[in-house]
Structure formats: C-alpha cells, structure tokens
C-alpha cells in the first residue's frame, strides 16, 4: 500500500511538471532559468519588449520573464521597457516600427546593461513559439538562441485579445436502462440541458422517463428529475468550465 502511495505521487508530481511546460508560465520560467545561467553575479539585465500580435501579451511576457529572472536570482539587477523608452527618445527612436539589434545594443549600453534579452512569440498551428535570444551587449555576441513551444490555452487566447464572453450551452438526448422494474429492468428516455453563464459556473437539468416494458398486470412508470449546480475549481488547460470541479444536486422521482 506505502510502495503504491509512493508511486501514485511520483506520477503526479512528474505529470504536473510535464504539464506545467506546456503552459506560456512554465515556458517563461524555463527560459528564466536559462538566462540566468548566462548573467555573472550583481549584473544588469536589459529585458526589451517581445514582439507578439497584442500589447497585452508583449507586456505579460516581459514582466512575467522580469519577476521570474528575479526569482531565480535576486542579485541580478534588471531594466526593461519603461527605462529604455527614456535613453530611445534622446536617441530620437521611433518605437513603432521593428527595432534593430544594433540599436537595442546602444539603448542597452547606455543603461550600463551587461546582458540584453530581447525575442518575439509566433503562432503554429496549435501552439505557439516563444524566441527568446540573449545578447552580450559588450561584444554583441549571442549567449543564446533559444525558442520553447506552448500549447494554446484561454489565458493565451485571452492575452491576445482573441477569447470570446464565454457561455456554454448544451443540450442532449438520453437513451438508458434503470432498474425502475418489478422484476426486469426498465428502459429510459430524456434529455439533458447544461448552460454555463460564467467561467466556473454551470447550471444543469436533465429529466427522463422509464417504462416496465415487462410488467403485464402493473404497468410501471416513473418519471426522474434532476438539477445541478457545478462549481470548476481547478481548469487544467485554462479553458473556461473544465477541469476538476464540486457539484450539489437534487431531483425527485416519481412512480406511477
């Protein structure tokens, strides 16, 4: 029993690493790893803007590679956007267009920057590429280039701007068999409806009828109603109403 209790929570723990670097999070922190592999103690780290199809991604890349270099190591001393949009205005540099790595290296000098991290997030098929190139900003040299792939996910889909108001609705048919029989079994048909008005929230009814096709002289029939309430506690993949999840239900039944 302790040797299967062991087993059971190696899987999990690998499976939630597994996991976890396959989320823009987990490519992030790998990346924050690398990089800070590269730096010397007590440096300066320039972090430019990733160039990705929205300004709400490109923000959330930098400052989620920011606070992960600085958790993996303190002593780093880190500049990103803010500081050099400051030195690309004496430098009379327009930021809307695609930027050089010549001149991301002389807005990174001027900052006294030691490394420069700078890349851009592309989209294939369904995943997305995150490339990440870290320069000595001294010799102008690659320390590395590096990409790490990502699945989609609503977070990604909503960092894009791209993630619909989300509300699920559906709505089906059942076909069973149930035991509402004196002596056989019953079968059974209905429907079920589901409707999600919000991320973690789904409201569910389903109602069927059953017949004792195999009582002759007391037919049986019995009509079920159920409701549900589900509350999503932990979505695996982002995704809106998925995931591991709590539910409270109640319903009657009635023989005739």
């Not at 992030?28 to 199809?53: G, H, M, N, Q, R």
């Not at 030195?87 to 000098?109: D, H, M, W």
């Not at 990409?147 to 960092?159: D, H, I, R």
């Not at 509300?167 to 002596?183: I, M």
Request: charged share 25%.
């Amino acid at each position: 029993m302790k040797k299967r209790l062991i087993i059971l929570t190696i899987s999990f723990l690998l499976s939630r690493q597994l996991f976890a670097n396959t989320t823009i999070d987990g490519a992030i922190t790998k990346a924050a790893v690398d990089i800070t592999e590269k730096c010397d103690a007590k440096s300066i780290l320039a972090i430019d803007d990733f160039e990705s199809p929205s300004q709400a991604m490109t923000l959330y890349i930098r400052e989620q590679l920011a606070d992960s270099i600085f958790a993996e190591d303190g002593l780093l001393q880190i500049v990103t956007r803010e500081h050099m949009d400051k030195v690309e205005k004496e430098l009379k540099f327009q930021n809307s267009g695609v930027v050089s790595e010549k001149t991301i290296l002389s807005v990174a000098e001027r900052l006294g920057a030691r490394f420069l991290v700078f890349g851009k997030l592309e989209e294939f098929n369904s995943s997305y590429i995150l490339r990440v190139r870290m320069l000595d900003v001294k010799t102008g040299a690659y320390l590395f280039r590096k990409t790490y792939e990502f699945q989609y996910s609503q977070k990604t889909e909503q960092l894009l701007g791209r993630a619909p108001n989300y509300k699920k609705v559906s709505l089906g048919f059942l076909l069973e068999a149930n035991k509402n029989s004196l002596d056989f079994i019953a079968p059974s048909v209905g429907f079920a409806f589901d409707y999600s008005p919000w991320r973690k929230v789904s409201i569910g009814a389903k109602a069927a009828a059953s017949y004792d096709m195999f009582e002759k002289n007391n037919e049986l029939v019995t009509l079920e109603a159920l409701g549900t309430l589900r509350f999503y506690i932990v979505s695996l993949t982002g995704e809106p109403v998925t995931g591991i999840y709590a539910e409270l239900q109640a319903g009657t039944s009635l023989f005739f």
